[in-house]
T-cell receptor, first 111, second 113 residues
Framework: GQQLNQSPQSMFIQEGEDVSMNCTSSSIFNTWLWYKQDPGEGPVLLIALYKAGELTSNGRLTAQFGITRKDSFLNISASIPSDVGIYFCAGHKTSGSRLTFGEGTQLTVNP | SQTIHQWPATLVQPVGSPLSLECTVEGTSNPNLYWYRQAAGRGLQLLFYSVGIGQISSEVPQNLSASRPQDRQFILSSKKLLLSDSGFYLC????????????FGPGTRLTVL
């Protein structure tokens, strides 16, 4: 099936630093979603993007729907220890189609 | 508001034993329901999805089956577990066609020994 390339695979940062991660595809997506998964729990939806070029914030998180519709970016500002977890991007090629997930970015924040 | 439940939270089963994992959604009607498996904390593999009672689509051939006996109940089963069935099983739901955001349950950690 359609793959999403998510990078980086892992990040080790100091508390207070900003974080950037991205997701790319060779195909056009109509929706981009970003999830965070804490250890042993289910993923939680952070941000949903529906329009090319859209920039949406949720607290210290900001995500963008790439203008080409083939990529998306997630930024976390002023990281804190509770930001630790796995961040997944996901996308729909068409409305109602099954979600395609990236492989995740494992974020570690050192106090 | 809508909530999604999964049980059990953790399960340890011997090889060859049967399996039944349950997922229920509250606060919505006729949701789409999904079963995913996650290995080693990375990558979500879609196993089954359902758009209505008794309607099941399988994504990958495997040792598992799914059923939807009621509108908001989704069950994942196996007659004989394999070692390779170990993993973290996640149930998810979303509204009907046109609503793209999926919401996940807390998951079930299955260990097959």
């Amino acid at each position: 099936g359609q793959q999403l390339n998510q990078s980086p695979q892992s990040m080790f940062i100091q508390e207070g630093e900003d974080v950037s991660m991205n997701c790319t595809s060779s195909s056009i997506f109509n929706t981009w979603l970003w999830y965070k998964q804490d250890p042993g729990e289910g993923p939680v939806l952070l941000i949903a993007l529906y329009k090319a070029g859209e920039l949406t914030s949720n607290g210290r998180l900001t995500a963008q729907f790439g203008i080409t519709r083939k990529d998306s970016f997630l930024n976390i500002s002023a990281s804190i220890p509770s930001d630790v977890g796995i961040y997944f991007c996901a996308g729909h090629k068409t409305s109602g189609s099954r979600l395609t997930f990236g492989e995740g970015t494992q974020l570690t924040v050192n106090p | 508001s809508q909530t999604i439940h999964q049980w059990p939270a953790t399960l340890v089963q011997p090889v060859g034993s049967p399996l039944s994992l349950e997922c229920t959604v509250e606060g919505t009607s006729n949701p789409n329901l999904y079963w995913y498996r996650q290995a080693a904390g990375r990558g979500l593999q879609l196993l089954f999805y359902s758009v209505g009672i008794g309607q099941i689509s399988s994504e990958v051939p495997q040792n598992l089956s799914a059923s939807r006996p009621q509108d908001r109940q989704f069950i994942l089963s196996s007659k004989k577990l394999l070692l390779s069935d170990s993993g973290f099983y996640l149930c998810a739901w979303n509204e009907g066609v046109g609503y793209n955001e999926q919401f996940f349950g807390p998951g079930t950690r299955l260990t097959v020994l």
